[in-house]
């Protein structure tokens, strides 16, 4: 059976990405790295929930693994974590590797002007990780390339995005609806046309 671990935070992009290799059929391991961020607490909650609702759907998802990955925080007023993704990918290859998995899946749309977040950096980690491994490891980005509201129109019928989570103020465990995180949210289904499922406590 084919394989595939998932780096998995329960936001738009990553629960998308979730949902397309399930639909292929791939064993799926969701991987959710815990970095110590503020807002880590009540992400991993919603990752939970969503996981256990798309596990009574889907029989090829495996258990959700959590696994360490703090490093550098996001500088005030910032979202950009300098080498978050190579703390992210190399966290992610290490534990997809130990169950036998040689697939590991980012959700990156590449829109971020952030210097690990292309596919040149992640095609050189990829050959880098591979020669040490002394066998293929494949990075794939799938969504590379795409906006967020082309994400959600193509899977709007078939994420439970009501179930995601992406806002880094959360107030009482739901979206904030102020930060940056939740306006791209906010945009995101307003371009694709389609209702926005999210409660947020300001609108």
Known sequence: MKKVGVLFSAGVESTSLLVYYLERGYLTLPLY????????RTELKWS???????????KNLMPLKTFPASGLQPSKGSI????RN????????V?????????????SLGIYPFPDN???YLDRLEA???EGARE??????????????????????????????????????????KCEKCLERKEGFLKAGVPDPTSYVSS
């Open 86 to 93: 190579i703390t992210l990918v190399m966290g992610a290859v």
């Open 136 to 177: 293929n490891i494949s990075l794939e980005t799938p969504f590379m390339g795409m906006e967020k509201w082309e994400v959600v129109r193509e899977f709007y019928r078939k994420a439970p995005y009501r179930l995601t989570f992406s806002c880094v103020k959360p107030i009482i465990g739901k979206h904030c609806g």
């Open 80 to 83: 950009e974590i300098p080498l």
């Open 118 to 120: 292309n596919r040149d």
């Open 128 to 130: 880098l990780i591979s």
């Open 48 to 58: 939970e929930r969503l996981w256990a609702f798309l596990k009574y759907r889907y």
């Open 95 to 107: 534990h997809a590797y130990v169950k036998g998995i040689r697939k590991v899946a980012l959700g």
């Open 33 to 40: 790295a815990r970095c110590g961020l503020s807002w880590e």
